[in-house]
């Protein structure tokens, strides 16, 4: 289940996400009523439900206790899964201690009851499981005034086996099994004839013992005035059932009559095996974050005191130095402080070979260290970590609605009803007709049994999380299913260039000086405003600065530009200068004569390099130099652009970059169109332009600056060595530095969408052919039940050969 998120609001106050495991639903009927009942809670602001992960997410004012969401649950006739979290405290020293933490546990929003021990210094914590995080209590318990660590998680427990889950399946097909001997014998041309009472003996447990589940669902659902599939499989098999005993006992002489125990106790038996079968495949489309979370190590060797012990990682601290030997997965997020190894970051990032990793780089927790031995230094730890951040965008991704499926929920939420009305209809008729009350129910019961409402309810769901799981496990995060669902739409991309399309790190490879200043001065005056400056043409100067020697001034008054460069004003050689160092569009503005230096600048231009200006603005605009930077293109960024135009869509770069720089990346790439000279703001402006016409456009960066066009752009696409503004953007996150994967990424969502077609038109086909079928009296209710079952199970299973996707380049290493 995905960690609550704290989101901002207009002011008036802040409100929680998180997402509730729900136990009860049966078919995409519950869906409509669960988010009703949801939504009817004052203050819970949407709702979205899905039968797929069996969850609900819940966007609420944070002051909505978990109290009232159960409340409303348990209402509409499901039940909210409830955890239990154990956590370890220190500090404790008294019974007031104990009220202390109680309290302040107590008070964290999704905890229903809290009780600590002060003998065990443990506290047992139950939750609804999904509304508060781990992390959470610790922080509670942490205000409160001691230390806390989480010491077992409930929610997190060993798959079942498949025989626990089974069990009914094998008991029902046992008692089920004689009653089709004789059919079955028939077919052979043998007699076979079973008491009557032992057919009733054989239908009864099956009929109230293990489909009471049908009763109990179809029951609350009657209570809370509604119905799903529970109700038909309860009506449609006590018919049968009703009327077998009914025929039974009313018999008259020596004729025995045609009973349909068989039917009804063959029907529950293959709805449970289908159930079964759903259950154990829906478990395969969560496969992805399951293995996700099999990266957590649970141990780390830290080092402390000089001395090396072992410790829980949900106990380290940022700062801690751990120790990972060779073969043992890395536990924390962190940098490199002593050692060289190649890492397997595989799972995380899809990156197939293992890459080199030297001290003073990142490395991510979950990754497999090689053949060396690593210190690492935490960065992050717990929720933070970027494992826990990819898990949480699966998580959320799966649990959120795509727009298609609320179209769907509508069609479900009025189809119980419908089909309990064709029912009726055929019992009239058929009774009417004057073929008997008995063929007329059999006909009615066939009509209720093949009706199912699951295969709608799962069509879209299974293929979003079978979707968003193959791409985590090529390192394409996508973020909700909206994104994935218009993905296969895209017919513009549009490139951010520094960092996107180009390494963003740029060098220093000429400078040049107007009349009356040299070229160490401009390196000095350039360097000395730019000191303290993140900006990559920034760290290019003072990398030159230190290179060279120069003595840098200190300047104050330092001001950035945005899309246009850097303000200062410093002493040098005693004087006080007032410096402006930026764009061509800077010095326009500032009305400075570029001209002793713009043949030198146009040629570093064609060449494909950045330039930036230098003028003192002190006694009047004057130039004082330029400089020149290169910055080398991405190996992988003229295969992305290829694939993209083999896949029929358009590329354009917007960039903040001048024309000419510009126009020789894009002409080395093979991208069709340039936009350059774009300030930050501009830059959303020009993706709204490029969707004039109806074009969908995809946006691909990697800065804050590339923040709102993401937002603006029908998908925003953000590469994870980027920003953490830039990817919480973004609805798709690319975590390797690879733009080859915005075509993989598409081509999935291609993928995504087609399966999500051909479910969701055999859910439709299934029912709209099988219950005229049904009513017109062309098949009996074995057969219906057979079909009900393999209906949701086909879809599942279609959606699941989504974890054989490869992408476009696998696909061509394999031809």
Same mark, same amino acid.
């Given at each position: 289940?995905?960690?609550?998120?704290?989101?901002?609001?207009?002011?008036?106050?802040?409100?929680?996400?998180?997402?509730?495991?729900?136990?009860?639903?049966?078919?995409?009927?519950?869906?409509?009523?669960?988010?009703?009942?949801?939504?009817?809670?004052?203050?819970?602001?949407?709702?979205?439900?899905?039968?797929?992960?069996?969850?609900?997410?819940?966007?609420?004012?944070?002051?909505?206790?978990?109290?009232?969401?159960?409340?409303?649950?348990?209402?509409?006739?499901?039940?909210?899964?409830?955890?239990?979290?154990?956590?370890?405290?220190?500090?404790?020293?008294?019974?007031?201690?104990?009220?202390?933490?109680?309290? $302040?546990?107590?008070?964290?929003? !999704?905890?229903? &009851? /809290?009780? #600590?021990?002060? +003998?065990? =210094?443990? *506290?047992?914590?139950?939750?609804?499981?999904?509304?508060?995080?781990?992390?959470?209590?610790? $922080?509670?318990?942490?205000?409160? !005034?001691?230390? &806390? /660590?989480? #010491?077992?998680? +409930?929610? =997190?427990? *060993?798959?079942?086996?498949?025989?626990?889950?089974?069990?009914?399946?094998?008991?029902?097909? $046992?008692?089920?099994?004689?009653?089709?001997?004789?059919?079955?014998?028939?077919?052979?041309?043998? =007699?076979?004839?079973?008491?009557?009472?032992?057919?009733?003996?054989?239908?009864?447990?099956?009929?109230?013992?293990?489909?009471?589940?049908?009763?109990?669902?179809?029951?609350?659902?009657?209570?809370?005035?509604?119905?799903?599939?529970?109700?038909?499989?309860?009506?449609?098999?006590?018919?049968?059932?009703?009327?077998?005993?009914?025929?039974?006992?009313?018999?008259?002489?020596?004729?025995?009559?045609?009973?349909?125990?068989?039917?009804?106790?063959?029907?529950?038996?293959?709805?449970?095996?289908?159930?079964?079968?759903?259950?154990?495949?829906?478990?395969?489309?969560?496969?992805?974050?399951?293995?996700?979370?099999?990266?957590?190590?649970?141990?780390?060797?830290?080092?402390?005191?000089?001395?090396?012990?072992?410790?829980?990682?949900?106990?380290?601290?940022?700062?801690?130095?751990?120790?990972?030997?060779?073969?043992?997965?890395?536990?924390?997020?962190?940098?490199?402080?002593?050692?060289?190894?190649?890492?397997?970051?595989?799972?995380?990032?899809?990156?197939?070979?293992?890459?080199?990793?030297?001290?003073?780089?990142?490395?991510?927790?979950g990754a497999i260290n090689g053949d060396g031995l690593l210190r690492i230094e935490t960065t992050a730890v717990g929720a933070e970590t970027t494992l826990a951040r990819i898990i949480r965008l699966v998580e959320n991704a799966q649990a959120v609605k795509a727009p298609i499926?609320?179209?769907?929920?509508?069609?479900?939420?009025?189809?119980?009803?419908?089909?309990?009305?064709?029912?009726?209809?055929?019992?009239?008729?058929?009774?009417?007709?004057?073929?008997?009350?008995?063929?007329?129910?059999?006909?009615?019961?066939?009509?209720?049994?093949?009706?199912?409402?699951?295969?709608?309810?799962?069509?879209?769901?299974?293929?979003?999380?079978?979707?968003?799981?193959?791409?985590?496990?090529?390192?394409?995060?996508?973020?909700?299913?909206?994104?994935?669902?218009?993905?296969?739409?895209?017919?513009?991309?549009?490139?951010?260039?520094?960092?996107?399309?180009?390494?963003?790190?740029?060098?220093?490879?000429?400078?040049?000086?107007?009349?009356?200043?040299?070229?160490?001065?401009?390196?000095?005056?350039?360097?000395?405003?730019?000191?303290?400056?993140?900006?990559?043409?920034?760290?290019?100067?003072?990398?030159?600065?230190?290179?060279?020697?120069?003595?840098?001034?200190?300047?104050?008054?330092?001001?950035?530009?945005?899309?246009?460069?850097?303000?200062?004003?410093?002493?040098?050689?005693?004087?006080?200068?007032?410096?402006?160092?930026?764009?061509?569009?800077?010095?326009?503005?500032?009305?400075?004569?570029?001209?002793?230096?713009?043949?030198?600048?146009?040629?570093?231009?064609?060449?494909?390099?950045?330039?930036?200006?230098?003028?003192?603005?002190?006694?009047?605009?004057?130039?004082?130099?330029?400089?020149?930077?290169?910055?080398?293109?991405?190996?992988?960024?003229?295969?992305?652009?290829?694939?993209?135009?083999?896949?029929?869509?358009?590329?354009?770069?917007?960039?903040?970059?001048?024309?000419?720089?510009?126009?020789?990346?894009?002409?080395?790439?093979?991208?069709?169109?340039?936009?350059?000279?774009?300030?930050?703001?501009?830059?959303?402006?020009?993706?709204?332009?490029?969707?004039?016409?109806?074009?969908?456009?995809?946006?691909?960066?990697?800065?804050?600056?590339?923040?709102?066009?993401?937002?603006?752009?029908?998908?925003?696409?953000?590469?994870?060595?980027?920003?953490?503004?830039?990817?919480?953007?973004?609805?798709?996150?690319?975590?390797?530095?690879?733009?080859?994967?915005?075509?993989?990424?598409?081509?999935?969502?291609?993928?995504?969408?087609?399966?999500?077609?051909?479910?969701?038109?055999?859910?439709?086909?299934?029912?709209?052919?099988?219950?005229?079928?049904?009513?017109?009296?062309?098949?009996?209710?074995?057969?219906?039940?057979?079909?009900?079952?393999?209906?949701?199970?086909?879809?599942?299973?279609?959606?699941?050969?989504?974890?054989?996707?490869?992408?476009?380049?696998?696909?061509?290493?394999?031809?």
């Open positions: 289940m995905s960690q609550p998120v704290a989101l901002k609001t207009d002011g008036e106050s802040d409100t929680r996400a998180w997402t509730v495991g729900i136990q009860g639903m049966t078919c995409a009927s519950c869906v409509a009523r669960l988010e009703k009942a949801l939504l009817s809670v004052p203050g819970v602001k949407s709702a979205s439900v899905s039968l797929a992960t069996e969850s609900a997410a819940v966007t609420a004012q944070s002051d909505i206790g978990a109290e009232a969401l159960n409340a409303a649950i348990d209402k509409a006739g499901y039940h909210a899964v409830e955890a239990e979290i154990e956590l370890t405290i220190s500090g404790m020293t008294c019974a007031s201690c104990v009220s202390r933490i109680e309290k $302040a546990l107590m008070r964290t929003p !999704g905890v229903e &009851a /809290a009780s #600590v021990n002060l +003998a065990t =210094e443990r *506290a047992h914590v139950r939750i609804l499981q999904g509304a508060v995080a781990a992390d959470e209590l610790v $922080a509670a318990v942490e205000r409160a !005034g001691y230390r &806390a /660590a989480v #010491v077992q998680d +409930a929610r =997190e427990e *060993a798959e079942p086996a498949a025989w626990i889950e089974a069990w009914p399946v094998i008991v029902a097909a $046992a008692l089920s099994l004689p009653l089709v001997i004789p059919t079955v014998a028939g077919l052979l041309g043998i =007699e076979v004839v079973l008491p009557v009472w032992l057919q009733w003996l054989l239908a009864t447990p099956v009929q109230f013992w293990l489909g009471a589940r049908f009763y109990r669902a179809g029951w609350k659902a009657l209570k809370a005035g509604a119905a799903n599939m529970d109700v038909l499989v309860a009506v449609g098999t006590s018919a049968a059932y009703g009327l077998s005993t009914w025929l039974w006992l009313t018999r008259t002489g020596d004729t025995a009559p045609d009973l349909y125990f068989d039917a009804a106790a063959v029907v529950i038996t293959l709805i449970l095996l289908g159930k079964w079968l759903e259950s154990r495949a829906k478990r395969q489309t969560t496969s992805a974050i399951r293995a996700l979370n099999a990266l957590r190590p649970d141990i780390a060797r830290v080092v402390r005191d000089g001395l090396e012990r072992e410790m829980r990682v949900a106990d380290l601290k940022v700062g801690d130095v751990v120790v990972v030997r060779p073969g043992e997965r890395v536990p924390v997020d962190g940098v490199i402080v002593a050692g060289t190894s190649y890492l397997d970051e595989s799972l995380l990032t899809g990156e197939s070979l293992p890459v080199v990793k030297t001290p003073g780089e990142p490395v991510i927790g499926q609320r179209l769907v929920d509508r069609v479900a939420a009025v189809f119980v009803p419908i089909v309990l009305g064709i029912a009726a209809v055929t019992l009239v008729g058929w009774w009417m007709g004057g073929r008997g009350i008995e063929y007329a129910i059999i006909n009615a019961v066939t009509v209720l049994i093949i009706a199912c409402p699951c295969s709608l309810g799962l069509a879209t769901p299974t293929a979003i999380m079978a979707g968003t799981g193959a791409g985590a496990r090529r390192g394409i995060l996508i973020k909700d299913a909206e994104a994935l669902e218009v993905a296969h739409r895209i017919t513009v991309v549009a490139f951010d260039k520094t960092g996107t399309l180009t390494e963003g790190k740029p060098e220093l490879l000429a400078r040049a000086a107007a009349a009356g200043s040299t070229e160490d001065e401009v390196l000095t005056l350039a360097a000395s405003v730019q000191v303290g400056s993140s900006h990559p043409l920034a760290s290019a100067v003072l990398s030159a600065a230190t290179r060279s020697g120069v003595k840098l001034a200190v300047a104050d008054e330092v001001q950035a530009l945005p899309g246009r460069g850097m303000a200062a004003r410093l002493m040098h050689a005693g004087q006080r200068r007032d410096l402006r160092l930026g764009n061509a569009r800077l010095m326009d503005e500032l009305a400075v004569d570029m001209s002793p230096l713009t043949g030198v600048a146009s040629e570093w231009e064609r060449a494909g390099d950045t330039v930036s200006w230098l003028a003192d603005v002190t006694d009047g605009p004057r130039l004082v130099g330029a400089l020149a930077f290169g910055d080398t293109v991405k190996g992988a960024a003229r295969d992305a652009v290829q694939r993209l135009h083999e896949l029929r869509i358009e590329t354009v770069m917007v960039t903040g970059d001048n024309q000419g720089s510009a126009n020789a990346v894009a002409g080395a790439l093979g991208i069709q169109q340039t936009i350059a000279n774009v300030l930050p703001g501009d830059k959303a402006r020009v993706v709204d332009s490029l969707k004039a016409g109806g074009r969908v456009v995809a946006m691909v960066g990697d800065g804050v600056n590339d923040a709102p066009a993401l937002a603006a752009a029908d998908v925003g696409i953000a590469m994870a060595t980027g920003t953490d503004v830039a990817m919480h953007t973004a609805g798709i996150t690319l975590m390797r530095d690879d733009p080859s994967l915005v075509a993989d990424a598409i081509d999935l969502s291609r993928h995504t969408w087609s399966k999500i077609r051909q479910n969701l038109f055999w859910a439709f086909a299934y029912n709209v052919i099988g219950i005229p079928l049904a009513a017109l009296g062309m098949l009996n209710p074995v057969i219906a039940g057979a079909a009900m079952a393999a209906s949701s199970v086909s879809v599942v299973g279609n959606a699941l050969l989504l974890k054989r996707w490869r992408s476009p380049g696998e696909r061509r290493g394999h031809a």
